[in-house]
């Protein structure tokens, strides 16, 4: 089964990291994408860029809305994600918890959905 494991940050714990702390995020993702490749786990994996950049879309009454930053008003923000391959949960969050962001914020397991065919 396929599961998202979604990585959340905030702007704050971000500044409170050191230049060392976040070089070591890095070469932390680095070691777990190559160890998730090299297990047969990793599907795909990215980093989002800033939600500064990010757009909210809408359809009301058939007229596209935009509005700039992510639609939910938090603190936290999803900053990139994984998704994997595993025989079960228990396998998907020992995967999540090596992600080294959720030793600063925290990271969330989702088992993704299975789209079921159309059919007349």
């Not at 959340?8 to 500044?15: C, F, L, Q, R, V």
């Not at 680095?30 to 939600?51: E, F, T």
């Not at 999803?78 to 595993?86: H, P, R, T």
Request: hydrophobic residues 40%; aromatic residues 6%.
């Amino acid at each position: 089964m396929k599961y998202m494991l979604l990585i959340y940050s905030n702007p704050e714990s971000w500044a409170g990291l050191s230049h060392d702390q976040r070089m070591g995020l890095g070469r932390g993702h680095g070691a777990l994408n190559d160890s998730l490749i090299a297990s047969g786990h990793h599907v795909a994996s990215a980093g989002l860029a800033d939600p500064i950049n990010t757009k909210t879309v809408r359809i009301r009454d058939g007229v596209v809305a935009t509005t700039d930053g992510p639609y939910i008003e938090s603190k936290e923000h999803l900053a990139g994600f994984y998704v994997v391959e595993c025989a079960n949960m228990d396998e998907a969050v020992a995967i999540c918890a090596q992600i080294p962001d959720a030793a600063y914020n925290f990271c969330e397991v989702r088992p993704l959905g299975e789209i079921p065919a159309l059919s007349d």
